[in-house]
Structures are given as C-alpha cells and as structure tokens.
C-alpha cells in the first residue's frame, strides 16, 4: 500500500507541470537547499535548551519551480495578472536524518530510570516528495529583471513522508529484558516495544515556511529559509509511549529547518 501511495505521489508531482503548462505557460527553474534541523519528538524535553542543541539533524533537497511570470515557449512574460507576478509553485524531494538523545532534568538524575533515559538513543531517516505554494509580496518580474536584489516570500504546503527510525541502548547486553533497559513508562503502547518502535513507515505532513531569495546573476539566486513541517504521525522518531501513563507525549513528531539553497533559471 505504501508503495502505490509513493507510485501516486510521483505521478502527480510529475504530471502537475504538465498540465499547469499547457493552461498557464510558465519558464523552470531548479535548485538544491541543505542545512540543519532540529527535530521536536519525543526523546528529551520540549523547549528545553540541552535537547534543541543535541536533537539536531542535517537536511538536503532538490526543488524545482514553476515561475508563472515567465513563458520559456515564448521568451516572454505572460500576461500581467497578480497570480502570475506573485506566485511560484515548488516540487521538492529532500532527505533528512537525525540523532536523539534524552536531556533534561530526569535523565541528569544519578537513579536507575536516569540511566536507562541517557543510555537509549535514536535516529531516523526520513525522506519527503511534496509541493509548496509560494507567495512573494514583491513583483516576481520586477525581481527577475534586477529591480531590486531581495525578494521575501512565504509559503504553504504538503508532503508525502516515509521514515525509517532505530533505537539502541547500551543496556542492550545478552539476557536483559526491556524492562531492564529501557524507561518503564516507554515501554506501554501499541509499538514493538510498546511505545519504542523502530518499523519503517509512511505518513504525511503539513509544511510552511519563511525566507527570501538573493539576485546573484540574471539566472541564478541565493535562497534562505526558515521552514516547519508538522507530521500526522508520532512514530516518525521511533518513539511513541502512551500519553496516558508518560503525559510528556502529547504532541506530534514535527522538525523546524534551516537551509540554504542555490537556485538556477532555466531556458526551457
């Protein structure tokens, strides 16, 4: 199932530019974006200082515009409607992974449950195919022909999500069950583990972002950006306990990212 929904996925991203030429007309444009993230899950505390600088991740994309203001058929601008001179539509593809590890005050304790709670780590590989609608408050035209050398936009959108997470404990020796290694309370919950689950999976998420472009050349620009994904999912770090008996989970997996990206205007 998860393989006819990626299968679906690609043929809409893949068909969309197609269809969206052949009523608009538009010019392409790629790029590549990397840089890091910190991914909010539920290993360590939410907006603690200690887990937002060692949950960190690193991040990499390849994205590809379509800029209404432009027609490659033509060599020409299109007509001048607001849509075309302030909205772009963007494919992307990026890949993500991350390290986890327990901070905050209970796993600083010198107890049984602070040691199981520093020994156990996680990771995931996480990787994401969507579309974003981005809205640029400036003329698009207006920025491609060198009226200025800033252009800062927003945007929104949605990605199809496939995550692969691990878990480990140095616990983890011959003879020693999960309760010997792992925090009580992670272990209830409909997991392998009961809340620790390293199963691959599929999910989706809700993606928005800030940032700007800078104008190097007439065919290239600088991009920065500060973006948020929410996932409907909170097994995407392989963590999961029931909210019931470990009250901390009670949100969803999310990751907060940013990148810069180099973006290239092409001729067709």
């Known amino acids: 199932m998860n ?3 990626l299968l679906a996925v690609l043929f ?10 052949a009523q608009f007309g538009f010019s392409n444009e790629v790029g590549i974006i990397a840089g890091p993230l910190l991914f909010q899950s539920d290993f360590g505390l939410r907006e603690n200082f ?8 690193i991040g990499v994309g390849i994205v590809h515009y379509m800029n209404f203001a432009y027609r490659s058929d033509c060599n020409c ?32 304790k ?3 449950e602070g040691y199981d709670l520093r020994d156990h780590q996680g990771t995931s590989l996480v990787y994401e195919l969507g579309m974003q609608l981005e809205y640029f408050p400036k003329s698009i035209r207006d920025f ?10 927003i945007s929104l959108g949605a990605h199809f999500v496939g995550y692969n997470p691990s878990y480990s404990s140095i616990q983890d020796v ?23 689950d390293d199963s691959a999976g599929t999910t989706w998420a809700l993606t928005g972002s800030i940032g700007l472009r800078y104008k190097l050349s007439e ?12 996932y409907y999912s909170n097994w995407v770090d392989g963590l999961n306990p029931d909210p019931e008996f470990y009250p901390p989970n009670r949100y969803d997996d999310s990751i907060v990212w940013l990148n810069i990206g180099y973006i290239y205007y092409l001729n067709f």
Do not use: W
């Open 144 to 153: 491609q022909a060198g009226g200025y050398k800033i252009a800062p936009y």
């Open 12 to 21: 809409f991203c893949f068909s969309m530019p197609l269809v969206v030429k």
């Open 77 to 108: 601008y299109t007509r001048d409607k607001y849509f075309n001179d302030h909205f772009k539509l963007r494919t992307e593809a990026d890949l993500h992974y991350s390290k986890f590890t327990h901070e905050g005050v209970e796993s600083k």
């Open 110 to 112: 010198e107890t049984p």
């Open 219 to 230: 065919l290239s620009d600088i991009n920065l950006e500060f973006r948020y994904h929410k």
């Open 174 to 196: 011959d003879g020693a069950t999960p309760e010997d290694i792992y925090f009580d309370k992670f272990l209830i919950g409909d997991g392998e583990l009961g809340g620790i």
């Open 3 to 5: 393989t006819k929904i």
């Open 50 to 57: 200690d887990t937002n600088i060692n949950n960190v991740g």
